[in-house]
């Protein structure tokens, strides 16, 4: 859900567990957690999307799973818009673009998890806008 956040239109989403973390979660939980920080670490002005895209889409089939929504997307004016990261667009990042980094992992009647964080892209990475934890959060 987009808002603004400090001047800045934000996108984030996180996976929360009610009680405790399922043992069938915690591995896709993990798997995508991993792609999230490798992602962030990915992002830095002349970066490929299709690249980074395909980074994700590799490891998640290494384990038997798919990434079926794009990677992220571009947050300016509208809180989904250009540049979008996924296999299907090949632009190349830009110093100064704020764009979303949302890997997740969805099985259809079980559950789903996403970890999304907003990003200003600098000239060697980038810096983090969401200001949220990514570990488990349980309620």
Partial sequence: MGCKVNGYCSDMTR?????????EVKPIYDLVLKNQKQTEEQYKDGASTRIITKMVE??????????????????????????????????????NMVVT???????PGKF???IEDTVQITKFGCINLT?????????
Avoid: C, W
């Fill in 15 to 23: 996976t929360f567990f009610v009680g405790e973390v399922p043992e």
């Fill in 58 to 95: 590799n490891d998640f089939k290494l384990h038997g799973y798919q990434l079926v929504h794009s990677l992220g997307h571009g947050v300016g004016m509208e809180i989904h818009e250009a540049p979008y990261v996924s296999y299907h667009s090949d632009t190349l990042l830009r110093e």
């Fill in 101 to 107: 980094n949302e890997p997740g992992i969805y099985l």
């Fill in 112 to 114: 789903g998890v996403r």
């Fill in 131 to 139: 200001r949220s934890g990514k570990n488990y959060i349980i309620i």
